[in-house]
């Protein structure tokens, strides 16, 4: 396992410390120097200028040192920050500082540095791993059985109620009602596999293969899975793609199709192969892909039934007379109780996905009883990979790799998982990743309040509490866990949290709140009757005031969301270590790396990216609206393969990655024009009620 990192001075190992920022450094209890990764700099100056020039000279008055990297073991210069006239060492490889306490000293008390505070963090030291406590920790996982008939029962009574509500105002019989239910769950279970084929093998390369055509290792574990677990050997198919894939569909057991990619093969070891096809088959053995195509179609059913009474109201707006006023109120009615239940079957749909999850890495962890190789492909996949052998960023195969993009282990779902960022920095030959890294991006799934509103809406629980269940999983069987993230929350986030909700609520706020002004104003009150009282253009002027409002609040909310000054050299390693982001809160970033792929692996339509620099790889959303397929489909190739510099916005929503800026290589360039198109939608809207009067009225 890597080890932590040592101070340059006293070699003693050093301690981390959390800032202000909510971002890790690492510091020597003894000596009090201080050690700062590629980019880490920047969170702490507001010497915009100091900075850039430093990321494009290098430091000033440099000299040779006999010292070693604490990180990477790479030889070490020391010189000076422009601006600064004291030295500092830096290494030539993943271009770390190390801060003797004087230096250091003179920065902190600098007005261009921030106070940073000590970290309140209980740190893990694995030798308190050694002996397995007497008592073991349980994983609070629902019961499957008890879930799975709890949310039918009530998916399915949700759903006869509403069908019952509905053919008392349509005056629709029992029987048609009943028949149609009963249609839509046939058609969904047994065409649904079928309609998965065709589109693997149309936009996924997939070709089925034989049993002794598969791998060695695969095949032997393949068998020997299905036979200790009465499973019959499901059907196999291989995705021509180097990113790794897993997912099984079909309408029972005896017809499950198990699909791999070739790159689970290619990025994974033997054993964190057969983890993850465990955990594959262990949605076959818990019916899985039966149950979710199941409860799925609840909601499929109930959005149609919003929709078929959204269209009948729609009609009656042509009608007139005492028909349209006797018909309009109960498809109103309907309408809305239709698309509340949809609401809440969706979320249930979305908790039974999660827990299913829980329970094939469960399966998994105890069918192969190597829970820590679950793990570690688990966090290759989720987190990203980058390759244990050092390769040199000059070289051409460098960028070359097979790794492209990486895909989170998913069941009935093959949509891409954004979920890319550094899993290896400093690593020793022969290791995957090192921890403490993973344990960085572990912080921002368990503290941030973001994650959790995002886990409700996804169909896997977070990548941080999965990894803790299946340490539990391994400290219940004894063993000792590859990663235990125990570490106390220095401070709450929640104000953050509720700062980002207001500015992301901030358009509708200023929308709403014109409208009850101007009613109170007018002293109307809040009287829903008024409507039809008011004159067209009383009404259009009203339109517009919301409207003016409303984008007065996006131009501030884009703003905030946007922020601006110099896009600053980061690493992936160093934004990794943010707590404190989200879709809202974000930081302007430039990376340097390669363009490893697409962000969708072999989709042509897919206009994100990929980009690996020396610490890690991370995912870019590049979206210019309606360019952005002709962006994938005619600019893209000329970035694949090719060493970029990019700019762009730091977020995180829950994966991390660039909202890009500009891409630019030695011979071309893009850019991005999100941020324009909101601005200029912005300016358009504001300055509608002053059009209209100049050239309407």
Not at 163 to 190: A, D, K, P
Not at 266 to 283: C, I
Not at 315 to 330: C, D, F, I, Q, Y
Not at 684 to 691: C, D, E, N, Q, V
């Amino acid at each position: 396992m890597p080890e932590k990192v040592r101070c340059l001075k006293c070699f003693n190992r050093m301690e981390e410390v959390l800032t202000r920022k909510g971002v890790l450094i690492d510091t020597c209890s003894h000596c009090k120097g201080v050690w700062l990764d590629q980019g880490e700099l920047n969170f702490f100056t507001k010497d915009k200028k100091s900075i850039r020039e430093y990321a494009i000279k290098g430091l000033e008055k440099i000299q040779e040192t006999n010292s070693k990297c604490p990180k990477c073991n790479s030889k070490m210069q020391s010189g000076c920050i422009p601006s600064y006239s004291f030295q500092v060492e830096e290494c030539l490889s993943c271009r770390g500082i190390f801060f003797d306490a004087h230096e250091f000293k003179k920065l902190n008390g600098s007005k261009n540095f921030q106070t940073i505070s000590k970290d309140s963090s209980d740190l893990v030291n694995r030798s308190t791993l050694k002996h397995i406590p007497s008592s073991i920790p349980k994983v609070k996982t629902p019961s499957l059985f008890l879930t799975m008939c709890t949310v039918c029962v009530s998916l399915y009574g949700l759903l006869f109620a509403v069908f019952v509500f509905l053919m008392e105002i349509f005056n629709f019989s029992l029987l048609t009602g009943s028949l149609g239910f009963l249609v839509i769950i046939l058609f969904q279970f047994y065409f649904s596999p079928i309609i998965l084929d065709l589109q693997l093998k149309f936009f996924g390369s997939l070709y089925w293969i034989y049993l002794e055509n598969l791998p060695p290792h695969f095949k032997k574990s393949l068998i020997k899975l299905c036979k200790e677990n009465r499973l019959p050997l499901p059907k196999v198919g291989i995705i021509r793609d180097g990113s790794p894939q897993a997912y099984t569909y079909g309408r029972t057991p005896y017809s499950a199709r198990l699909v791999f990619s070739e790159g689970i093969f290619e990025l994974l070891d033997e054993e964190e192969v057969e983890a993850v096809l465990a955990h594959e088959l262990g949605h076959i053995k818990h019916w899985d892909f039966v149950v979710m195509t199941v409860v799925k179609v609840v909601p499929l059913i109930l959005y149609n039934l919003y929709r078929i009474c959204k269209d009948s109201l729609s009609r009656l707006k042509n009608t007139s007379g005492k028909e349209k006023n006797s018909g309009a109120a109960p498809i109103a009615v309907a309408m809305v109780v239709a698309y509340i239940a949809y609401f809440i079957a969706e979320y249930l749909v979305l908790f039974v996905s999660r827990v299913r999850e829980y329970y094939a890495d469960r399966f998994s962890c105890f069918a192969t009883k190597k829970p820590n190789k679950l793990l570690t492909a688990l966090v290759k996949i989720s987190y990203g990979l980058l390759a244990s052998r050092p390769q040199k960023d000059t070289e051409k195969d460098s960028y070359e790799s097979k790794v492209k993009t990486f895909e989170s282990l998913n069941i009935m779902n093959i949509s891409r998982s954004k979920q890319i960022a550094l899993v290896h920095q400093g690593a020793k030959q022969g290791d995957t990743f090192n921890p403490e890294s993973i344990k960085e991006c572990m912080r921002w799934d368990l503290w941030n309040p973001w994650a959790f509103y995002y886990e409700l809406h996804s169909t896997h629980p977070l990548t941080a509490k999965r990894i803790n269940a299946i340490s539990a999983y391994a400290i219940s069987m004894k063993q000792k866990p590859y990663l235990l993230f125990n570490k106390e929350k220095p401070e709450s986030y929640w104000d953050d949290f509720f700062v980002d909700i207001f500015f992301l609520l901030l358009p509708y706020i200023l929308g709403f709140g014109s409208l009850i002004f101007w009613l109170f104003y007018n002293n109307h009150g809040l009287n829903l009757n008024l409507i039809e009282e008011l004159t067209d253009s009383t009404i259009i002027n009203l339109f517009l005031l919301f409207v003016f409002w409303f984008s007065l609040g996006a131009f501030i909310r884009v703003r905030k969301s946007y922020p601006g000054g110099d896009f600053l050299p980061y690493s992936t390693a160093s934004l990794l270590k943010l707590i404190k982001i989200s879709p809202v809160r974000s930081y302007p970033v430039t990376l340097n790396g390669y363009i490893l792929g697409r962000g969708d692996a072999g989709n042509i339509f897919s206009e994100d990216m990929v980009l690996r620099d020396q610490t890690g790889m991370i995912f870019l959303n590049h979206e210019p609206f309606g360019f952005n397929v002709l962006f994938a489909l005619f600019r893209y190739k000329k970035f694949q393969g090719k060493k970029v510099s990019i700019t762009g916005w730091y977020r995180r929503s829950p994966a991390p990655y660039v909202e890009v800026n500009k891409v630019t290589t030695s011979d071309t360039s893009t850019r991005a024009y999100t941020y324009h198109y909101k601005i200029a939608f912005c300016i358009i809207g504001m300055a509608a009620p002053f059009l209209y009067r100049f050239f309407i009225q």
